[in-house]
T-cell receptor, first 114, second 113 residues
Framework: DGGITQSPKYLFRKEGQNVTLSCEQN?????MYWYRQDPGQGLRLIYYSQIVNDFQKGDIAEGYSVSREKKESFPLTVTSAQKNPTAFYLC?????????????FGQGTRLTVV | GNSVTQMEGPVTLSEEAFLTINCTYT??????LFWYVQYPGEGLQLLLKATKADDKGSNKGFEATYRKETTSFHLEKGSVQVSDSAVYFC????????????FGKGNQVVVIP
């Protein structure tokens, strides 16, 4: 079945450590996105990529980094520079750049700093 | 820039009641509009969409009409069930340049038996 897979589902990080969240899709979508979800704040865009080897900052990119070496994969690294990383992270993908197309979401990764 | 505004606060209602969740937007051009639903601990799923003015999106008993004159896309369902308890997000895409999806803050809906 086609879809988006995020792993792990739960992730615990010690302060000062970098962690990488995985996002893989087999939908053959060009565009991929990372969102952060906090209670009462909806979804905020961290980074997005419209094509392999290219990505742009979203609204809250500070303390995060990404890569897009393959069409299927868009990993997100939460660095130690991110001051408040505890949140629910959602990856999404979308075909092309046409405004009518819907985004497909993974099941999310809940990151907790301990 | 583009933005989506949803009504404040959670919505609590009894089974078989009528549900309305308000959504208004600000956008340049002619955006496409979406409603997504999120069940506890999961990602978002598309509920319905409308791509031009006066279009009505519908799915699973939910409906929303794209009103350009009032820049609104309110979600409605005539008779809710306990299984409709979830968080609902309104979103828009204008397809300009970066093709970003802008989301509202979401509304928690709780349906009581």
């Amino acid at each position: 079945d086609g879809g988006i897979t995020q792993s792990p589902k739960y992730l615990f990080r010690k302060e000062g450590q970098n962690v990488t969240l995985s996002c893989e899709q087999n939908l053959n979508h060009d565009a991929m996105y990372w969102y952060r979800q906090d209670p009462g704040q909806g979804l905020r865009l961290i980074y997005y990529s419209q094509i392999v080897n290219d990505f742009q900052k979203g609204d809250i990119a500070e303390g995060y980094s990404v890569s897009r070496e393959k069409k299927e994969s868009f990993p997100l690294t939460v660095t130690s520079a991110q001051k408040n990383p505890t949140a629910f992270y959602l990856c999404a993908s979308r075909t092309g750049t046409y405004k009518n197309t819907e985004a497909f979401f993974g099941q999310g990764t809940r990151l907790t700093v301990v | 820039g583009n933005s989506v505004t949803q009504m404040e606060g959670p919505v609590t209602l009894s089974e078989e009641a009528f549900l309305t969740i308000n959504c208004t937007y600000t956008a340049t051009g002619y955006p496409s509009l979406f409603w997504y639903v999120q069940y506890p601990g999961e990602g978002l799923q598309l509920l319905l969409k409308a791509t031009k003015a006066d279009d009505k999106g519908s799915n699973k008993g939910f409906e929303a009409t794209y009103r350009k004159e009032t820049t609104s896309f309110h979600l409605e369902k005539g008779s809710v069930q306990v299984s409709d308890s979830a968080v609902y997000f309104c979103a828009l895409s204008d397809g300009e340049g970066n093709n970003r999806l802008a989301f509202g803050k979401g509304n928690q809906v709780v349906v009581i038996p």
